[in-house]
């Protein structure tokens, strides 16, 4: 108490001052219309400010934040990329001389002994004979014939298919069959039993087809066996793809097939 009257009597004059200043400005404002609009728009305007203000030191708050959170996400995948077997560049160039068509699939067969589906795109979408079908969960089979509108795939669901896989981890190459009977699995019986596999691991397209893009994850090693006879493996494959709940797929198209083709047929014949 006493320090305040000690402030009042130091400060009387000012205090006087305000409190005229503060009279002087509210007869004003209750008098004149014009005034008193003004004051509110230089108190609005001010008041904008300061709360633009305040609302740029929060975002800054705010965004410092996220910096710091997507830093430390940034951290994590870069560890994660670090411990993953991922392609170099070069492959990733050549999966771009495919073209994707999209098209959905308006009936199929799963559980047959050689399995076909229809598609909606034709020849009027660019869809031909000899064309690769997949997902991104794997090899769906082979564009067997096409009209204009339609086109029917040979399923990989189908006595007469194989397709030639890479086992990720160390890149050793194999050709992936259907035994004929269940549409979630598939198998590989020309892998030398002298390479190290293990249940879990992961199997995809390899580099040699025409057909198909190299790198599509196609399964993952189920149950295996060796056969001392052979010398190889009997390897059973989980597929990633569902067939029975297939729905849309995309047709691809490698560029150069038929120079390549050319090229090849006076060697391999």
């Known amino acids: 108490m006493?320090?305040?009257?000690?402030?009042i009597k130091i400060n009387h004059f000012l205090l006087i001052f305000i409190l005229i200043e503060t009279i002087s400005i509210s007869l004003l404002l209750n008098n004149n219309k014009y005034q008193s609009n003004k004051v509110v728009d230089l108190t609005t305007e001010y008041t904008g400010v300061i709360f633009d203000?305040?609302?740029?030191i929060s975002d800054y708050i705010g965004l410092k934040k996220t910096n710091e959170f997507?830093?430390?996400?940034?951290?994590?995948l870069l560890s994660?990329?670090?411990?993953?077997?991922y392609y170099p560049k070069k492959e990733l160039v050549e999966t771009n001389n495919f073209k994707y068509y999209p098209a959905k699939v308006i009936n199929k067969s799963i559980f047959k002994r050689n399995n076909f589906l229809t598609i909606n795109k034709g020849t009027k979408d660019g869809v031909n004979e000899g064309m690769g079908v997949i997902t991104e969960k794997g090899v769906i089979g082979v564009i067997y014939s096409v009209s204009e509108n339609y086109?029917?795939?040979l399923s990989f669901l189908h006595s007469k298919s194989a397709v030639g896989i890479f086992l990720k981890k160390n890149m050793q190459t194999g050709i992936l069959k259907?035994?004929?009977f269940n549409y979630q699995t598939a198998y590989i019986d020309d892998l030398p039993i002298h390479v190290p596999i293990e249940i879990g691991d992961t199997i995809i397209t390899n580099s040699y087809s025409n057909i198909f893009p190299e790198g599509i994850s196609i399964g993952k090693i189920k149950n295996f066996e060796k056969i001392l006879e052979s010398g190889f493996y009997k390897i059973n494959i989980k597929l990633f793809?569902?067939?029975n709940n297939l729905r849309y797929v995309y047709v691809v198209n490698k560029n150069g097939t038929k120079e390549q083709?050319?090229?090849e047929e006076e060697i391999y014949e």
Request: aromatic share 12%.
């Open 2 to 7: 006493h320090n305040l009257l000690r402030f």
């Open 178 to 180: 259907w035994e004929g």
């Open 261 to 263: 083709k050319i090229l």
């Open 241 to 243: 793809e569902d067939f």
């Open 70 to 76: 997507l830093i430390e996400e940034n951290a994590k």
């Open 80 to 85: 994660i990329i670090e411990k993953q077997d």
């Open 53 to 56: 203000y305040k609302n740029s």
């Open 151 to 153: 086109a029917l795939v």
